[in-house]
């Protein structure tokens, strides 16, 4: 079985500073791994995804994150945040021998961006 | 096109009861799943359907029930409703059962059991 830990429950930065989610997974198999994003009163929005390859993974709008076999970590970084990254963020792993998406989230981390 | 719809919105049901939650998928997606969100928690997954078939369940008592229709839509029913039912329900669709094939999430529906 899996488990994901998101050690911050709640990150708040200022406009334009840099952030880091962190998460760490635990697993006895290898895992594909996940950010998600909720903003408020809407559903969950995948933000990017690590299936296989390179181990640093980006998304469109600026986040990135690097899987870390060794510390089984999948932090979520950002440079330069904005207002409108405040949103709920999640990370999620999903056991690679399972072709099923039941994935296992952790408890997720609401980043707070201010003026 | 449409996006992941969920219904009712909102849902207010007394201990005991009875609840249908309803899934709409995206047009030419075959799975549905489905997963609680309880406040300040991540999601936690109940059931995954493909082409009518159940693929998986997580570790949620029988009270708990789920079926995907020929138009692939989906109910979730819960019997017996307890205080600790209450949370986001939320519903995902993919075109196949398969990672990497994205899960697209609906808005949810929110349930309170008083």
Not at chain 1, 8 to 23: G, K
Not at chain 1, 47 to 61: F, P, Q, R, W
Not at chain 1, 80 to 107: K, L, M, W
Not at chain 2, 14 to 36: D, E
């Given at each position: 079985?899996?488990?994901?830990t998101?050690?911050?429950?709640?990150?708040?930065?200022?406009?334009?500073?840099?952030?880091?989610?962190?998460?760490?997974?635990?697993?006895?198999?290898?895992?594909?791994?996940?950010?998600?994003?909720?903003?408020?009163?809407?559903?969950?929005?995948?933000?990017?995804?690590?299936?296989?390859?390179?181990?640093?993974?980006?998304?469109?709008?600026g986040?990135?994150?690097?899987?870390?076999?060794?510390?089984?970590?999948?932090?979520?970084?950002?440079?330069?945040?904005?207002i409108?990254?405040?949103?709920?963020?999640?990370?999620?792993?999903?056991?690679?021998?399972?072709?099923?998406?039941?994935?296992?989230?952790?408890?997720?981390?609401?980043?707070?961006?201010?003026? | 096109?449409?996006?992941?719809?969920?219904?009712?919105?909102?849902?207010?049901?007394?201990?005991?009861?009875?609840?249908?939650?309803?899934?709409?998928?995206?047009?030419?997606?075959?799975?549905?799943?489905w997963y609680?969100?309880?406040?300040?928690?991540?999601?936690?997954?109940?059931?995954?359907?493909?082409?009518?078939?159940?693929?998986?369940?997580?570790?949620?008592?029988?009270?708990?029930?789920?079926r995907?229709?020929?138009?692939?839509?989906?109910?979730?029913?819960?019997?017996?409703?307890?205080?600790?039912?209450?949370?986001?329900?939320?519903?995902?669709?993919?075109?196949?059962?398969?990672v990497?094939?994205?899960?697209?999430?609906?808005?949810?529906?929110?349930?309170?059991?008083?």
């Amino acid at each position: 079985a899996q488990s994901v830990t998101q050690l911050d429950s709640q990150v708040p930065v200022f406009e334009e500073a840099p952030v880091e989610l962190r998460c760490n997974y635990s697993s006895s198999v290898s895992v594909y791994l996940f950010w998600y994003v909720q903003y408020p009163n809407q559903g969950l929005q995948l933000l990017l995804k690590y299936l296989s390859g390179s181990t640093l993974v980006e998304s469109i709008n600026g986040f990135e994150a690097e899987f870390n076999k060794s510390q089984t970590s999948f932090h979520l970084r950002k440079p330069s945040v904005h207002i409108s990254d405040t949103a709920e963020y999640f990370c999620a792993v999903s056991d690679i021998r399972n072709y099923g998406q039941n994935f296992v989230f952790g408890p997720g981390t609401r980043l707070s961006v201010l003026p | 096109d449409a996006g992941v719809t969920q219904s009712p919105t909102h849902l207010i049901k007394t201990r005991g009861q009875q609840v249908t939650l309803r899934c709409s998928p995206i047009s030419g997606h075959k799975s549905v799943s489905w997963y609680q969100q309880v406040l300040g928690q991540g999601p936690q997954f109940i059931f995954q359907y493909y082409e009518k078939e159940e693929r998986g369940r997580g570790n949620f008592p029988d009270r708990f029930s789920a079926r995907q229709f020929p138009n692939y839509s989906s109910e979730l029913n819960v019997n017996a409703l307890l205080l600790g039912d209450s949370a986001l329900y939320l519903c995902a669709s993919s075109l196949s059962d398969r990672v990497p094939y994205e899960q697209y999430f609906g808005p949810g529906t929110r349930l309170t059991v008083t």
